[in-house]
């Protein structure tokens, strides 16, 4: 048994860009929402000196993550910030001293059991880098009278076109990788590690096995090339065989689902303590003329990470944060790099791979072809649950089981009459959630 999905054009055309670190830029914008859950206030006011990894927004609540500096200088304002959600938030400005001076209170925490790992990943202010931003320390903090953790799944999949970050921290911190997944595997007690890892990525799989050759509780999976392979149910049942069903989480079955450069971010604050600051980012479109993997510190604007890739701004038609499947249009070019990004796409309106995202023209009829049906991972009926919402029926979107529905785009993808199907199912889960 396998589940559906689809295959897409590959377009890794900077796997084999090695990653550059950025310069420090004259000044950073750091949102105080980078994550799932409740966003930061700021700890910091205007007129302060901060440091390298100084924290600078924080939260009390439970389901959030601490905010530090990725730059040392001045704050010089403490403003609102629109994200694109819709949602504002505060954004701690930062005029940057060009000194990079770290602070003082940086070191390698102490950890020794799950309980001072949970700790330490909190302090980092690590979330999970694949894009959806859960913080980490939640998803560790499991609750172990109630759930038995033995398998730990690296999604090391990266299954949307373009986006090489992943892969990146693959080959270039393999050891910092599987010092990362030995570190979490010890302290939690699981039994057995899977590393999947799309067959499209041979060198990376050939690097991992080569690594882990003889080790016992490690396997490295070579998962069929197919997206969404790198969505959490999807590799979940891949790796272990296990459903994770309606309403529950992977770890109410027995299992950890983590992302691969999290991992290998997780290992880094532990040997050094210097906080989650910066991402590699990966910038590619046709607009883009040196598609590049870069080290980019949190706050930095997006106009000056792509020049840096040499973009040509005026062709910009669609500016995507993330991939072209799940990824999300940014409405300001000058909006800051999060902690959640690990790619930006800049795409021509014209251009000859403008087939990999929603074609532009006026849909047509549903023709009851079943494509999406037959595309959709999870098995659903986004005809039906079009019509459910269009005509507002909750019942019939709860019937269908909405909230089951992953985002992923598959249904939008294969559509020949190019209806709406996956941004209809966005709007529907929101429907059937209110009251």
Request: hydrophobic share 35%; aromatic share 4%; with cysteine.
């Amino acid at each position: 048994m396998r589940l559906n999905g689809i295959i897409l054009p590959h377009k890794k055309g900077t796997e084999n860009a090695e990653t550059v670190a950025v310069p420090c830029p004259e000044t950073v914008k750091i949102s105080m929402s980078q994550h799932m859950g409740a966003p930061c206030r700021p700890v910091v006011k205007v007129g302060d000196r901060v440091t390298v990894g100084q924290k600078i927004g924080d939260c009390d609540t439970y389901m959030s993550c601490p905010i530090h500096s990725s730059v040392s200088g001045e704050v010089t304002a403490i403003s609102d910030m629109l994200l694109a959600n819709g949602k504002s938030c505060k954004a701690v400005e930062i005029a940057c001293d060009g000194l990079q001076t770290v602070c003082e209170e940086i070191s390698p925490p102490t950890v020794t059991d799950k309980a001072s790992l949970v700790k330490a990943v909190r302090e980092s202010g690590c979330c999970g880098l694949g894009g959806a931003g859960f913080p980490t320390h939640v998803k560790l903090d499991y609750d172990e009278s109630k759930n038995k953790i033995d398998s730990l799944v690296i999604n090391a999949a990266e299954c949307e076109p373009y986006i090489t970050s992943d892969y990146r921290e693959m080959i270039e911190n393999a050891d910092g990788v599987i010092n990362g997944i030995k570190t979490i595997k010890n302290l939690l007690g699981i039994e057995h590690v899977y590393i999947g890892i799309e067959v499209n990525k041979p060198k990376a799989i050939a690097l991992f096995e080569e690594k882990l050759a003889g080790e016992e509780g490690y396997t490295v999976l070579r998962l069929k090339e197919a997206y969404p392979q790198g969505a959490e149910k999807v590799i979940a049942f891949n790796a272990t065989g296990r459903i994770v069903t309606e309403g529950t989480l992977p770890s109410d079955h027995g299992i950890l689902v983590m992302n691969v450069s999290t991992v290998g971010f997780i290992n880094s604050y532990l040997e050094t303590g210097m906080p989650l600051i910066e991402r590699r980012i990966t910038i590619d479109g046709d607009a883009v003329k040196k598609p590049c993997n870069l080290k980019v510190p949190i706050g930095m604007k997006l106009s000056e990470v792509l020049k840096i890739a040499d973009t040509d701004i005026e062709q910009i038609h669609k500016l995507i944060s993330g991939g072209p499947m799940m990824g999300v249009c940014v409405y300001d070019i000058d909006t800051p790099v999060c902690k959640t990004n690990n790619a930006f796409l800049a795409l021509k309106k014209q251009g000859k791979l403008k087939k990999l995202w929603w074609h532009e023209s006026a849909h047509t009829n549903c023709i009851r072809c079943g494509r999406c049906i037959e595309a959709c991972p999870l098995g659903l009926m986004p005809t039906e649950l079009e019509k459910a919402y269009d005509r507002k029926d909750r019942d019939a979107l709860n019937k269908l089981k909405i909230d089951l529905c992953i985002n992923c785009g598959s249904c939008s993808y294969v559509c020949p009459a190019k209806r709406s199907l996956a941004e209809k199912n966005q709007l529907a889960k929101g429907f059937a959630m209110s009251k």
